[in-house]
């Protein structure tokens, strides 16, 4: 006797294609990159979010982890790959998945620009993105250089933010 397959559930006709085009999409200036929120999790029931990130030479975030899977597509360029503490060069053309909870960093340490995609699931770095970025006009374009006060304010919004989007900081290595 065969097994029956699983019962696909029916098409849900409330949720619409996705069609992301650059000239419509929020351009997020945080940490000196600007990321481009392409899909976000209103489109995809919060299963997953995409963002497109320009990283310039010296870019990228601090270490950091948080509790949701991270996928880098690296499309340009090429970037230090920090994961639990070991170094590693990628390059255009090659993949990145960081598992939940795994403390990581990418840095851009070349002298060209890196373009990748970041893709999270289940979705919400992407309202985390919006909340402490600020917006600039085109996907390459960078954000405003911050003085030493305003940096300080960014960093304090980002430690009050980060618990709430289920992001964990740490110091500079």
Not at 86 to 109: E, Y
Not at 138 to 147: A, E, I, N, Y
Request: overall charge negative.
């Amino acid at each position: 006797m065969a097994t029956a397959l699983a019962t696909i559930p029916p098409d849900n006709p409330k949720r619409n294609l996705t069609l992301a085009q650059p000239d419509s999409l929020p351009h997020i200036g945080l940490v000196g990159d600007t990321y481009t929120i392409t899909v976000a999790g209103e489109q995809t029931d919060g299963r997953f979010c995409v963002i497109d990130m320009h990283i310039p030479p010296g870019g990228g975030p601090p270490p950091h982890r948080h509790d949701f899977e991270e996928t880098f597509i690296l499309l340009e360029g090429e970037m230090e790959a920090t994961f639990r503490g070991k170094k590693s060069t990628v390059r255009a053309g090659d993949t990145l998945n960081i598992p939940s909870n795994a403390p990581h960093q990418f840095h851009n340490a070349s002298t060209r620009s890196v373009r990748m995609l970041c893709i999270c699931s289940p979705a919400g770095q992407e309202k985390f993105f919006m909340e402490v970025g600020v917006p600039v006009a085109t996907r390459t374009m960078s954000p405003p250089k911050l003085d030493e006060k305003e940096q300080a304010a960014f960093i304090e919004k980002v430690k009050a933010l980060a618990p709430q989007y289920r992001t964990e900081l740490f110091r500079e290595a």
